[in-house]
């Protein structure tokens, strides 16, 4: 059984966290996000969860690293101004290892920008805004539908592997709405509780992560950026130490991606031209291949996670495809990734399109699709 | 019509996401398949806003579309951009204060003066109830029915007065 819902983008990312538990909010408005917010004000405090208007971007992803360590489910969004701002925070999120959301809502950089206009430029910095070594989990709704679901998966996967998760939106799919098919209950993961002594901060099987003690249970924690052993003690001088726990955080997400991967691969068996694409612009991608049947066979890969990457049905599409086209409204991140994947079996087009928050159309895309099947 | 495009076109404050809105509800509840986008300027009132629907009997594709079946434009300021995403053979729906022309050929044009007569051009107000008037006159001209705009339309703040829009622009 399922519910139809009419929700923009925004509303349902606000239910799919609700849907997976999340229970704390704190963020600072910013648009396009700001609906997922105001949503959260409204509907959180009614279900006995906690909803907190932030001094700014800093604050809240510090209170949310607090709020979890303290056994809630911690979420909020943001868009490119203050996903900057948040980073500091998500790199000791990725140290401490400390579950919680960041939603970022992309629109029109560097600096402010274009406020309510759409991009996607925030690709490599979702993968790359901290320093060191790490990976955070990246998802990208397309649909609304998606902005649902992939919200209660980044929920669950933050949870499942004690790690912050990243969703990454764009306003153009902020502010449409689509019916969702809403199902009456949705898997709810709960991290793991330390028993008999075992360290909050070690694991002897990289794959699976340490438990999370609660504070004010009285464990004994230390929860610190710095570099620190199975107990928290910092060890900021020890290779060894260094290592093995940098090590480890990598590993956790690496060796678990396979679990990580969404995507849609939709017509690449017999394609001609091949569109790898993500958010918004991955339904123009779809549409245009349906304006050109009986024309060009076109092959789409909807990407829905981008960090780490599904590289398996990249590499398909290009052992079949005359060229792929990579859409982007930005000035190319993802073909870089689409770039290396392929290696030089199939020539790789970048698409840009940036200013003013115009979509891609299906239209201009097929026109692209066209000129370049010949 | 199997699909529509429509673009409703003006400036913030008109109530053009409120109308793209409400007819994306009524078709919605119809058991149509429905996309609505909006997009508005970062000062949110006084520059152009749209709402763009897809209806439809399948399910969507995609929701953005460069060129409209049908576009309504009801604020001078939001005319250089969407007269020209109209598709050949379209229908172009202008308010009377908004037709400065000249129109792309191929078109069918109509002229209503949705804002004067929903607003009578007070001062201070910018037309906010010429985007649902639109909405009764492309329900006269059969795009969609009037009867879920209606029920849409007849709950929540300004009900009354959204009504009697709806029920101006069938006439006009």
Not at chain 1, 40 to 56: H, S, V, Y
Not at chain 1, 242 to 250: A, D, K, N, S, T
Not at chain 1, 278 to 300: F, I, W
Not at chain 1, 314 to 323: Q, S
Request: charged residues 25%; aromatic residues 6%.
């Amino acid at each position: 059984m399922s519910l139809r819902r009419f929700w923009s983008g925004n509303i349902a990312v606000a239910e799919g966290a609700l849907a997976a538990g999340v229970d704390f909010y704190a963020g600072y408005p910013i648009t396009p996000s700001s609906e997922i917010m105001e949503h959260m004000a409204r509907e959180l405090p009614k279900r006995g969860g906690i909803f907190l208007q932030a001094e700014d971007e800093i604050a809240a992803i510090f209170l949310l690293i607090g709020a979890s360590w303290a056994d809630a489910k911690p979420m909020t969004a943001t868009s490119g101004p203050g996903f900057s701002l948040m980073q500091e925070g998500l790199g000791i999120a990725v140290m401490t290892e400390t579950p919680l959301v960041v939603v970022d809502v992309m629109r029109a950089g560097p600096g402010t920008g274009q406020a309510s206009k759409a991009a996607q430029g925030d690709l490599l910095q979702a993968r790359f805004g901290r320093h060191g070594d790490q990976i955070i989990p990246v998802f990208a709704p397309s649909s609304v539908q998606d902005c649902f679901e992939l919200t209660v998966f980044a929920v669950n996967t933050a949870e499942r592997l004690r790690t912050p998760v990243i969703l990454l939106s764009d306003e153009l799919l902020a502010h449409t709405w689509e019916t969702v098919r809403v199902p009456e209950g949705v898997e709810r993961v709960e991290r793991r509780r330390p028993k008999d002594h075992e360290p909050p901060f070690g694991s002897p099987d990289p794959r699976v992560p340490p438990p999370m003690p609660r504070l004010g249970e009285g464990h004994a924690l230390l929860v610190t950026g710095s570099t620190h052993d199975a107990w928290g003690l910092r060890q900021t001088s020890d290779p060894h130490a260094h290592r093995e726990l940098v090590e480890r955080l990598w590993e956790k997400i690496w060796l678990n991606r396979e679990e990580l991967f969404r995507y849609e691969a939709v017509g690449v068996e017999e394609a001609e031209v091949g569109i790898v694409a993500y958010g918004s612009v991955a339904r123009s991608a779809l549409a245009a291949r349906k304006l050109l049947a009986g024309k060009v066979s076109v092959g789409v890969v909807v990407l829905k996670t981008l960090w780490p990457l599904p590289e398996e049905p990249i590499r398909e599409l290009a052992a079949r495809v005359k060229a792929i086209l990579v859409p982007e409204l930005s000035l190319g991140q993802l073909v870089w990734d689409v770039e290396r994947v392929v290696a030089g079996r199939s020539p790789v087009l970048r698409f840009s399109k940036i200013g003013g928050g115009i979509p891609i159309y299906p239209e201009e895309l097929a026109e692209r699709v066209l000129e370049v099947a010949g | 019509m199997a699909e529509l495009r429509l673009r409703i076109s003006g400036i913030g404050g008109q109530g053009i996401v409120f109308a793209g809105r409400l007819l994306a509800q009524a078709m919605a509840e119809e058991g149509k398949e429905v996309a609505l986008r909006y997009a508005y300027g970062a000062e949110v009132m006084g520059t152009p806003v749209h709402s763009e629907l897809v209806i439809a009997d399948e399910p969507i594709l995609s929701p953005y579309f460069r060129e409209a079946q049908v576009a309504v434009i009801l604020h001078t300021r939001a005319f250089s951009e969407a007269v020209g995403l109209v598709e050949k053979g379209g229908l172009l729906v202008l308010d009377s204060a908004s037709a400065g022309g000249p129109f792309p050929e191929n078109l069918r044009v109509e002229v209503r003066p949705f804002v004067e007569k929903t607003s009578g051009n007070r001062p201070g107000d910018p037309g906010r109830l010429a985007p649902v008037a639109a909405l009764g006159f492309l329900a006269k001209l059969g795009f969609f029915p009037l009867e879920p705009l209606r029920r849409a339309a007849s709950s929540g703040r300004g009900a009354q007065e959204n009504l009697q829009a709806l029920e101006l622009g069938f006439r006009l």
